[in-house]
């Protein structure tokens, strides 16, 4: 099998990019005091990644897909984050599974 050199070298950088940045953020959390308002953002963070990640299947998908996302939206006023996933991913697996 033959390997092309630039690819080969951009896989490693795009490696030791996704490790620095990682490795960055363990040493900055223990060295920044995390205040009021960072800590409030920071608690934010998991949220609006999951959001920035599903929105666009959300609104690019199927009816499935928009009443799942709008169940989630709902159990999300209510219950933990990993609830609300769980409940937004077997909505829209019982909704596909029915022909929607």
Not at 10 to 35: D, K, N, W
Not at 79 to 91: E, K, Q
Request: glycine letters at 8%; a positive charge.
């Amino acid at each position: 099998m033959n390997v092309d050199p630039v690819t080969l070298v951009t896989i490693l950088l795009m490696g030791i990019a996704t490790y620095s940045t990682r490795l960055a953020g363990l040493v900055l959390v223990r060295r920044v005091p995390a205040s009021g308002r960072l800590r409030n953002a920071l608690e934010a963070v998991p949220a609006a990644v999951l959001t920035a990640l599903v929105a666009p299947a959300v609104l690019a998908g199927g009816l499935a897909e928009l009443i799942a996302g709008a169940v989630a939206l709902l159990a999300a006023l209510r219950f933990p984050l990993l609830a609300v996933v769980v409940l937004g991913a077997a909505t829209a697996g019982l909704l596909r599974a029915a022909g929607l």
